[in-house]
């Protein structure tokens, strides 16, 4: 039996359930599929088998040394040196990579292991970091110095944040040299815009395949009760409501924007952003309804059925999966036409505005709420059937099971 073994900082939220899915789709295929994740993560049920990586003790500290020192993937190396244990006694036919930050892993000791065991790898990119000197995401600073070789970095205080020194310059120069020379290794960026954007790292030299995510779009469908539901607990049923959803709510997604947007819409216009901490909720003007964080993806199906509009406020993207799950539960969208958000929306879909321009974003918010119900609907109708042809999970991460048979043909 052909074995595959994952590896992501969480198995839950949305990098977790890809992986989860992911594994889903292997075992259908056949194959005996492991995820290994840091020992902090929740336990949760699981096809897969689930393996954790050290433990918390040891991911703290890492997380402490490197606000501190800058050095986000190159401690724990007991934890690193005990998970190559395990590999070697599972021998799995692929390694499937994902998020390899979070304080739970040695990006060199790993990456020695991998090229010495000549197990195919393949290493699914949701962001930059694996090429960066530091950040996850540098657009928002317009940054293109991991192009060449990272210092003095702009986002040192971004998570994995660092209030002490700056080694993005050293961080760059041993990620390069982690990652040279593997003998069987494919990158699979996560939209075209990173696929782009990889090519131009130090990964670029490896082969590169896109393959966008996915969402299972029986759960995220059109849920008309359920929005009647929630309309009737909060009183919007003669609103026009605007959605936001994040992970995590900050300048970078948004949150300010929210803020004016609601300044400059009367009061037939409601707001809901999902997502936000205690804090958060404290700062909400009236007009604006926050929840809080959720990985219940029933809870996220019924409020994206609820709006009338979801408004992305990010531009700093590397797919959008709440776009897309948006989309897919029948509601129209708003992104800004920065990174890969505009990838995911078309003109049946949505509206895409130039980055960071509020005043476009107001206009397209103005123009839908006009629109007759014959018109809505139809639209509606466009973004399900839209997102069922593209992001269809059961497609997508069947071309993950295809890549690695691919791989392991050639190899």
Not at 49 to 73: E, N, P, W
Not at 165 to 190: G, L
Request: net charge positive; aromatic share 12%.
């Amino acid at each position: 039996m052909l074995k595959l073994l994952q590896i992501n900082t969480c198995i839950t939220q949305s990098t977790g359930r890809i992986a989860q899915q992911i594994g889903e789709k292997a075992i259908d295929e056949g194959w005996e599929s492991y995820i290994a994740c840091p020992a902090r993560a929740p336990i949760v049920a699981s096809k897969s088998k689930l393996i954790k990586i050290g433990s918390k003790a040891d991911q703290y500290f890492h997380a402490l040394m490197t606000r501190v020192f800058d050095c986000c993937g190159f401690l724990s190396k007991y934890a690193t040196r005990q998970l190559i244990k395990k590999i070697d006694n599972i021998k799995p036919n692929v390694v499937q990579l994902h998020n390899l930050h979070g304080y739970y892993l040695n990006i060199p000791i790993l990456f020695d292991y991998l090229k010495q065991s000549g197990i195919p790898v393949v290493w699914t990119l949701h962001d930059c970091w694996a090429f960066t000197g530091h950040c996850v995401h540098y657009t928002c600073v317009e940054c293109n110095k991991w192009k060449t070789g990272c210092y003095a970095c702009p986002r040192k205080r971004s998570y994995p944040n660092s209030f002490v020194f700056d080694r993005s310059r050293q961080n760059y120069a041993m990620k390069k040299k982690a990652y040279s020379n593997m003998p069987n290794m494919t990158i699979v960026p996560v939209s075209f815009w990173l696929g782009d954007v990889t090519q131009q790292s130090i990964l670029g030299t490896y082969p590169i395949h896109v393959i966008q995510n996915g969402i299972d779009v029986n759960i995220f469908r059109p849920r008309i009760e359920s929005a009647y539901r929630i309309r009737t607990k909060y009183g919007l049923e003669n609103k026009y409501v605007i959605l936001g959803v994040a992970t995590g709510w900050s300048e970078e997604v948004g949150l300010s924007t929210f803020f004016r947007l609601r300044n400059q819409l009367s009061s037939d216009f409601a707001i809901i952003m999902v997502g936000c901490t205690s804090d958060i909720i404290k700062q909400l003007p009236d007009g604006i309804i926050g929840i809080a964080r959720t990985n219940n993806v029933d809870e996220l199906a019924d409020i994206y059925s609820t709006a009338d509009i979801l408004f992305n406020g990010s531009y700093q993207e590397t797919f959008g999966l709440v776009t897309a799950e948006a989309l897919s539960c029948g509601t129209p969208a708003i992104v800004y036409n920065a990174t890969a958000c505009s990838e995911i929306v078309t003109e049946e879909t949505g509206y895409v505005a130039e980055a960071k321009n509020e005043i476009q974003v107001l206009k397209f918010i103005l123009y839908d709420k006009e629109l007759s119900h014959e018109e809505r609907k139809k639209r509606s109708k466009l973004c399900r059937e839209y997102a069922i042809e593209h992001f269809d999970k059961e497609k997508k991460y069947n071309e993950y099971v295809d890549l690695y048979k691919q791989i392991l043909k050639t190899s």
